[in-house]
């Protein structure tokens, strides 16, 4: 029954491995590419001047724009700018018609002199960032879709633990050159040596949807109104309704330095000032999300907006509030450093790793079969443009948005748009290539493009900017080295990956390096799901 | 290639492709994975909030996160069990328990 | 982290070192029994230590996440170097577990 049960779960997971391994690929490295979102935004908007950090100034520089732009806005968001992200960012939402959400302005502001930066529009590294989890989708259906590939992923986690029967035994095992083994070893090693990231990202952000996915208890436990869980999980943002009164706003920057004192050193991120002025209007201040692990974006101090006075200080001292928030704060890691933002970003290329060479190791196993003729059936020959298109594809688009960055007019109103839509259509590009090409071929110009792209992007960025690395790196600029250094890694690695295409892990090494398929005999129990691999 | 799914007899038909039974088989349990799964997870998120001796918010938290690990429960059995049916009655009866538990809790306690 | 990190790869070096095939692959001769044990204490010891010093340096919460950090990070270094270069593979645990006192008394006194 054992055999039976490690055969259910390994047919479970290559299934589902393959099914959703596209969609969680591109999940994965975009995820991945976010926890360096605000250096490649940074990156994609240069003229956003670093300036020495003055968060009292900027935010009486955001004030003062808001109160000149925004002062009929239903509420004002104030991010202030640090060692990670330069620009002052405001934003407001303008007061709905009834029933309706009202629409949001962003805007970003230099933190010195207050005025709108004049940088090109892009979405930087925000693109990415909402890609992972939005998937391009309208509103809730992307994170819906998202959510159902973290649950799929997390029964592929466990499924492929539980199939990995020598997990201990070849926990040191990696066997290079020998064909299918080789893929094997390595999808194995970067699932089992980084299991505890896999494991807490997939769960983490299963907890960071969970009240859209599975919203039946709350309304089981709070009925009709369900609006006061939301506010006994984010306190702070309770805020009073408007009274309809005028009354002037009081200066922000001494309630700053108040929320300062009441955190004892700890840093203020973000502003969200409800009903500006309005008789009830109130601010709340957030804490940075660097200053801790737990990330409980609904907690924070509460200021009366017209006396300026301290009311009240939210915070979540329950066990399940603090885990629910700690995997939110573990998944998004803002409080990692350089070093651990670097540990992060590995981990993530290593899962997106794990999932490639289960996809590749999935369609070799069953393309044995059609080596002599070289022709693969339909689905074979589906999986295998999929495959392409979704891995190296993937990968020519990611360049592609930072070409597109360097080389759209920098006053083109509509770049920010364009860079995207560029995103997509290469990528759609490379899936038509994969269609009319043959597999080893597709592979191997895609892979070449891809290098060629990507070491082309410090090239293209020293070409058409002042922000090459004979300029960043002498300034200590190192978050736009960091990605120009990074495409340049990248490149090298493609190019490799493509030099390989020639060599071939081709047949000769596959029939060497497989483990031989015993064939059940009459009383001998059935391979085990390990061996057949 | 090997046969999955327990030691359910797999019929193949002479070009040596799984037959529509084996098929059915497989749907059934995608489906009973996916919506049965999803019932059992919301299920044991309910009874949770309802259960656990704690404040409300933190109940209906502790819910949502367990749901999850029931939904994984829920999926693994679907695929591990000998037939498609027991897939099925490995959910739903689980859950009508979990139901009446929960109605029982609300309305006579 | 750099104590913790070294005292990762110094422990699951000895980890690796105390299976049978993995020491007769580096090393050339057979694992014997008692060279067996010492190898898995040291392993499991300098892992445990490492947690100490990943989590006395930055206390329980982001310690224990550097500590994880560091873990992998280390389990994935070696494993892939294993195949590659073997020799240098331990000769970076050994140096590692030799400089950790000094790096130790450093993190201390800082």
């Known amino acids: ?533 | 290639m090997v046969c999955p799914l327990g030691k359910k007899r797999v019929v193949r038909s002479k070009v040596g492709a799984p037959s529509a039974s084996y098929r059915l088989a497989v749907i059934s349990r995608v489906l009973a994975a996916i919506f049965a799964g999803y019932l059992l997870a919301a299920l044991t998120s309910i009874c949770a909030a309802q259960w656990l001796p704690m404040p409300r918010a933190e109940a209906v938290v502790t819910g949502m996160m367990l749901s999850f690990l029931a939904y994984l429960v829920a999926v693994l059995w679907c695929f591990a069990c000998r037939t498609a049916w027991q897939a099925w009655v490995g959910l739903l009866l689980p859950s009508a328990l979990l139901g009446a538990g929960f109605a029982v809790g609300r309305w006579l306690l | 982290m750099l104590l913790a990190l070294l005292l990762c790869y110094a422990g699951f070096t000895a980890l690796c070192l105390s299976m049978h095939r993995h020491y007769s692959d580096l090393l050339g001769h057979k694992l014997t029994p008692g060279r067996r044990l010492a190898l898995k204490a040291v392993g499991w010891l300098s892992l445990g230590l490492s947690l100490w010093a990943g989590v006395a340096a930055r206390g329980w919460d982001i310690g224990l996440v550097e500590w994880f950090a560091v873990l992998m990070a280390s389990a994935v270094t070696l494993v892939f170097m294993l195949p590659y270069t073997p020799r240098l593979a331990l000769v970076l645990a050994a140096t590692g577990l030799l400089i950790s006192p000094v790096v130790a008394v450093r993190q201390l006194l800082v």
């Open chain 1, 1 to 533: 029954m054992k055999e039976g049960f490690r055969q259910a779960m390994a047919w479970l997971h290559t299934w589902i491995g393959l099914l959703f391994g596209w969609l969680l690929f591109a999940i994965f490295l975009t995820g991945t590419m976010s926890y360096f979102d605000a250096e490649i935004s940074h990156w994609s908007q240069p003229e956003i001047p670093l300036r020495p950090l003055d968060s009292g100034a900027s935010v009486e520089l955001a004030q003062g724009y808001l109160q000149q732009h925004a002062n009929a806005a239903s509420r004002w968001f104030i991010g202030l700018p640090d060692e990670r992200a330069p620009a002052l960012s405001v934003m407001w939402q303008n007061p709905g018609k009834p029933g309706e959400r009202g629409t949001f302005v962003r805007k970003l502001l230099d933190p010195q002199t207050g005025a709108e930066v004049q940088a090109r529009k892009s979405l930087g590294g925000e693109f990415f960032y909402r890609f992972h989890f939005q998937l391009q989708m309208p509103y809730p259906w992307g994170r819906w879709l998202s959510t159902a590939a973290a649950m799929v992923m997390f029964v592929a986690l466990i499924s492929g633990i539980i199939i990995h029967k020598k997990i201990f035994k070849e926990f040191f095992t990696f066997r290079p050159r020998k064909g299918q083994r080789s893929w094997l070893d390595g999808h194995n090693a970067l699932g089992v040596l980084i299991l505890p990231f896999h494991l807490m990202i997939t769960y983490s952000s299963l907890v960071i949807f969970m009240s859209m996915v599975m919203p039946v208890s709350i309304l089981t436990s709070y009925g009709k109104d369900t609006q006061a869980f939301f506010n006994d999980l984010f306190p702070a943002a309770n805020a009073a309704k408007a009274a309809g009164s005028p009354a002037t706003l009081a200066p922000l920057r001494p309630m700053l330095a108040v929320a300062g004192e009441q955190w004892q050193g700890g840093r203020v991120g973000r502003l969200v000032v409800n009903n500006p002025g309005d008789a009830n209007a109130s601010v709340s201040f957030y804490r940075h999300g660097g200053d801790r692990v737990v990330h409980t974006p609904g907690t924070g101090l509460l200021f009366n907006g017209v006396t300026g006075e301290l009311e009240s200080e939210s915070a979540l001292h329950a066990a399940p509030l603090v885990i629910a928030g700690s995997f939110y704060g573990l998944h998004m890691g803002h409080f990692a450093g350089p070093l651990l933002r670097w540990l992060y970003f590995l981990c993530g290329i290593g899962g997106t790793a794990m999932i490639g060479t289960g996809l590749v190791m999935w369609l070799k196993k069953r393309s044995l079969k059609h080596a002599q003729t070289g022709v693969l059936p339909f689905e074979l020959k589906l999986v295998q443009v999929l495959n392409i298109a979704s891995m190296s594809g993937l990968m020519i688009a990611v360049a592609s948005f930072f070409w597109a960055n360097r080389l759209l007019s920098t006053g083109f109103a509509e770049r920010s748009g364009w860079e995207v839509n560029v995103f997509f259509i290469s990528w759609g590009v490379t899936l038509l290539h994969a269609l009319v090409r043959p597999g080893r071929s597709a592979w191997r110009e895609q892979l070449g493009l891809g290098s060629l792209l990507f070491v082309g992007i410090p090239v293209i960025n020293a070409l058409t900017s002042d922000y090459g690395l004979t300029v960043s790196i002498p300034q200590g600029d190192w978050a736009m080295a960091g990605v120009d250094l990074t495409s340049l890694a990248v490149g090298v690695f493609l190019g490799w990956a493509a030099l390989k295409t020639f060599v071939g892990v081709g047949l000769p090494a596959i029939a060497v390096g497989q483990t031989k398929r015993v064939k059940p005999i009459a009383g001998k129990p059935a391979p085990t799901a390990h061996e057949v691999h």
